[in-house]
């Protein structure tokens, strides 16, 4: 159900977000990027079912050949852990796609981006959006009031609570 407030997120703690994801180079070649495909939905059940991995929330998005998922995180060290655990699904998945992108022709490509967000440096609005959305959803919410109307009144929020 949309949340009927207008709110924005309680960034009090600074909070990492991580955006990962892969392109599809070569459609036809399904063989080839395959793996890596489903290798993504397995990695967020992972850090769905376990939070002291420190993954706060995700979401994934398509846009044409290109998916990805947008994550938040208590820290970078959590993130860094996570990609590094031997114990864990990601770094075997690291290891094979190098070792698969040696004869796939580039048939899949991944990128990420990570941001570190820290209170004073961020700004967020959700009207009629569903609760647990974004980076709201991640650090929880509170309501527009009055002296928080405009974008520069939320982001210098942050900073004052910081
Ligand atoms: C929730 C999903 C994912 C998270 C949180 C994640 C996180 C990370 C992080 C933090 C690194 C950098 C590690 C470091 O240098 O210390 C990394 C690297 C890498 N990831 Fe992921 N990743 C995810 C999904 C995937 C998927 C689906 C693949 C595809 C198989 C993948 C393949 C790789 C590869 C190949 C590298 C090494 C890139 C390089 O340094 O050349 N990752 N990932």
Do not use: C
């Amino acid at each position: 159900m949309p949340n009927p407030q207008r709110v924005l997120a309680d960034v009090r703690e600074p909070v990492v977000v991580f955006q990962v994801g892969m392109r599809i180079n070569r459609l036809r070649s399904v063989r080839r990027w395959l793996p890596a495909f489903i290798a993504m939905p397995r990695m967020l059940h992972e850090l769905g079912v376990d939070p002291a991995l420190g993954m706060l929330g995700a979401k994934t998005y398509l846009s044409g050949r290109t998916v990805m998922v947008v994550t938040y995180w208590r820290s970078f060290e959590a993130l860094e852990a996570f990609a590094n655990a031997a114990d864990h699904s990601h770094r075997p998945a690291w290891t094979a796609f190098y070792r698969r992108s040696a004869g796939s022709g580039r048939a899949v490509g991944i990128f990420h981006e990570t941001y570190r967000v820290e209170p004073g440096a961020a700004e967020s609005l959700y009207v009629d959006i569903p609760a647990g959305f974004g980076l709201g959803g991640a650090v929880g919410t509170i309501p527009v009031n009055g002296s928080l109307e405009t974008a520069r009144q939320r982001k210098d929020r942050e900073r004052s609570v910081s």
